[in-house]
Each structure stands twice: as C-alpha cells, then as structure tokens.
C-alpha cells in the first residue's frame, strides 16, 4: 500500500509518469499549448501596457464552447477568453493581439500600428522560446572530512 500511494505522488524511483509515454524534456512543457498561451499572453500583454493601452485579461477556453473568442466587459476592466484546443496556433495569437485592439476601441490607422507592435512582441516570444537552451551551469561542490587536508587555490 505504502509503494501505491509514492507511485500517486510521484514518488516511486522507478517511475516517472511524464517519461511514461516516451521521452520527454524540460523544453518541451514550453510546447504544451497552455504554456505557449500564457507565454504569448504576457508579452502581448506587455507591448500593450508599454504602448500605454489598457490591456483585457485573457483567459482559455471560453465558457461557451462553441465560440473561438469572446470578450467581456466590467467596469474594472475586460476579459478575452480563447479557445486554444483543436486550432492553429497562429489563430490564437491573433486573437490575443485583435483583443488588446477591440479592448481599447482603436481606429482603423491606430489599429494597423498596434497591431504592429503586437505582432512584434508575439515573434520574439517564438524567436526566444526556440533558442532558450534547457542546460543549465553546474556547479561541482566537494565537502571536505575533517581528516583531510585543504589548501588555499
């Protein structure tokens, strides 16, 4: 009983239920279509805020599953829901920058440069995500015995 309950928590030193289904690695979280959203969200997000915008809140899926996107308005500010599941990629950012523009009801000139800058901001995240390495520095620490010997380098 004992073994079943680590094996739910992850525990079990055989067993890791990410590698379960083959191979898997730390870049590839960033791949999960969740992640991608918030990652693409929170620079567009950005870019707004620099352009001095009021930006929505985004959130996925919408509560009505029929719908791609969907925009609600409060007085303490807006939320653009979208769907992520079952749709190009490409799609959903568009979605995230044409929310930041519907949000802040720009004209058709201040909409075109917007969008611009939006755009921008969603190429970097994938220039970036794409050249991040997962390796990481390692630090090799050896702890002495008392019985030992240590000099100053």
Do not use: Y
Request: with cysteine; hydrophobic share 35%; net charge positive.
């Amino acid at each position: 009983m004992k073994h079943e309950i680590n094996k739910r928590r992850n525990t079990a030193i055989d067993t890791n239920p990410i590698q379960e289904n083959g191979s898997a690695s730390v870049s590839g979280i960033e791949s999960a279509p969740s992640v991608r959203f918030s990652m693409f969200a929170r620079a567009i997000t950005d870019a707004g805020k620099r352009l001095g915008l009021i930006v929505p809140s985004f959130r996925s899926p919408p509560h009505d599953g029929d719908l791609d996107r969907t925009l609600r308005r409060h007085s303490s500010g807006s939320i653009v829901a979208i769907r992520v599941k079952d749709r190009p990629f490409g799609a959903v950012i568009a979605d995230l920058v044409e929310g930041v523009i519907v949000c802040n009801r720009l004209t058709e000139r201040e909409a075109g440069d917007v969008r611009n800058v939006l755009w921008d901001a969603a190429i970097h995240v994938e220039q970036k995500s794409h050249s991040t390495s997962t390796r990481r520095p390692t630090a090799l620490i050896h702890r002495s015995r008392p019985t030992d010997t240590t000099a100053a380098a």
